[in-house]
């Protein structure tokens, strides 16, 4: 069962897509962060097929566009990542509080940038009892930073954006993500965690997941790592998809 939501962060409107299992007992619920310049149905319609599997399962989804990204409010040249850390964190609050869900069973699964925030959000949420990482940078601000000319940085700067396809990102961004740390949060964090990237991800180095990988694994809790070979970075092929999304539902099956 799919409903059309909405909730409100700091004061402006995040549009959201929740997915039911139709059951009477309160099941588990996962909440989806889409990925930088991405929305709540992702590329290939990936995370759609990552809620309805899920849905399958027994679990709810919540898929929501962060504030200037998709449907919801806001301007994506405003856009920072605590802007972001913020939204996923009242999404999960509206989740939790949902009837149908049991708010002491809730997950996340990030992709992308979504990952990055899903890894800060874990020490902040001491509720989260399971996570998934996908695609998902550790070193966000050298990451970033290391797209960029050393002239264009300047310009960047000096101007209070830059251009990313038809996207402006604004100055405040490169700023705030000196405030970004997912290892950190992880660190913090008591929740089990699966890491997924492929081998030939082009925009987030599969480095960055071994860093995840050896930081949750130092915790000594439950963690994952599993790689996709040959994949992209969103996992755009049949095949791939299929393998990670069944191992995604089957992951937070086993741990909410």
């Not at 989740?95 to 990055?116: A, F, Q, T």
């Not at 966000?140 to 940085?153: A, D």
């Not at 000096?158 to 405040?172: D, L, M």
Request: proline share 3%; glycine share 10%.
């Amino acid at each position: 069962m799919l409903r059309a939501v909405e909730l409100l962060s700091e004061r402006e409107v995040i549009r959201a897509s929740l997915h039911l299992p139709g059951r009477k007992r309160k099941c588990p619920g996962v909440l989806l962060c889409h990925g930088f310049t991405g929305n709540r149905i992702e590329a290939h319609f990936l995370f759609v097929k990552m809620a309805r599997a899920l849905e399958a399962k027994g679990m709810a989804a919540l898929r929501f566009d962060f504030r200037g990204s998709g449907e919801s409010e806001g301007r994506f040249h405003d856009m920072t990542l605590s802007q972001e850390i913020a939204d996923a964190r009242a999404a999960l609050k509206f989740l939790g509080r949902r009837r149908e869900v049991d708010g002491g069973r809730l997950g996340i699964l990030g992709l992308s940038m979504g990952g990055c925030v899903a890894g800060c959000i874990l020490g902040l949420e001491s509720g989260i009892k399971s996570a998934a990482l996908w695609s998902a940078p550790a070193h966000i601000r050298e990451l970033f930073i290391s797209k960029l000319e050393p002239e264009e940085l300047v310009r960047f700067m000096r101007r209070g954006y830059t251009e990313f396809g038809a996207f402006r990102i604004g100055k405040a961004f490169a700023l705030d993500l000196a405030n970004i740390n997912p290892l950190a949060g992880i660190a913090r964090s008591a929740a089990p965690i699966l890491i997924v990237h492929g081998t030939e991800d082009e925009t987030v180095p599969l480095s960055e997941s071994e860093a995840l990988y050896q930081t949750a694994r130092s915790r000594g809790v439950r963690t994952e790592k599993y790689i996709v070979k040959g994949a992209d970075h969103t996992f755009n092929g049949v095949r791939w998809e299929r393998r990670v999304i069944e191992r995604t539902a089957s992951w937070f099956g086993e741990t909410l």
